[in-house]
C-alpha cells in the first residue's frame, strides 16, 4: 500500500517538496552568499553582474508568487485559507515590483546616467540583494505549513466526517 501511494504522487508534488526542504533553501542561501562575496571581490559592481543578480531574484519571486496563486486556485471551499494565500501572492508581488523598480534604475545608473551614491551604498546593495533572497527563502519555508494547514483540512472536512462529529459532541 505504501508504495502504490509513492506512485501516486505527481510531479508538482515531488518539485514542491523538494523546493520546501530545507537543505535546497540554505543551497539558495550559500549561493547568494557566495556570489555577492565573489562579486564583491573588486569594490565595484559592474552591469553584467547587477543583471545577473536582477534577473535571479525576479525568476525567483515570480517563480514563487506563481507558486502561490496557483497553491490558491487548488483550495476548494475554504475561503479564508484562500485569502491568506492571495493576500501573500500580492504582498510578493509588491516585493517583485520593488524588485523590478530597483534592478531598473540600477542598470539606468551602471548604463552610463550620473547619479549620486550615498556614503557606503556598495554596503547597502549587497544587504539590499540577501535581504530579498532571505525574505524569499522564509516565504518558501512558510508554505510548508499552509500546506498542512489546507491538508489537515482535507482530512477533517472531506476524509473523515466521524473525527468532526467527534470533534463537535459535549462531553
Not at 508568487?65 to 509588491?94: C, D, P, Q, T
Not at 523598480?101 to 551614491?117: C, N, S
Request: hydrophobic fraction near 55%.
Amino acid at each position: 500500500m505504501g508504495k502504490e501511494i509513492l506512485y501516486q504522487k505527481s510531479v508538482k508534488e515531488i518539485l514542491g517538496n523538494a523546493i520546501i526542504d530545507r537543505r535546497t533553501l540554505i543551497a539558495i542561501l550559500v549561493i547568494a552568499i557566495l556570489w555577492r562575496v565573489g562579486i564583491s571581490l573588486n569594490g565595484e559592481i559592474a552591469l553584467w553582474e547587477s543583471i545577473c543578480s536582477g534577473i535571479a531574484l525576479f525568476i525567483l519571486g515570480w517563480a514563487l508568487f506563481a507558486y502561490i496563486y496557483l497553491m490558491s486556485r487548488e483550495l476548494k471551499g475554504w475561503l479564508e485559507l484562500n485569502k491568506i494565500y492571495h493576500w501573500i501572492a500580492v504582498s510578493i508581488a509588491a516585493i517583485n515590483v520593488y524588485v523590478i523598480v530597483y534592478y531598473g534604475m540600477r542598470w539606468h545608473e551602471l548604463g552610463g546616467a550620473i547619479e549620486a551614491t550615498v556614503p557606503l551604498d556598495f554596503l547597502f546593495r549587497n544587504i539590499r540583494f540577501m535581504m530579498l533572497v532571505i525574505f524569499y527563502c522564509v516565504v518558501i519555508w512558510l508554505t510548508r505549513y499552509l500546506r498542512r494547514v489546507h491538508g489537515d483540512y482535507q482530512i477533517i472536512f472531506r476524509g473523515a466526517p466521524e473525527i468532526l462529529e467527534k470533534a463537535w459532541e459535549r462531553p
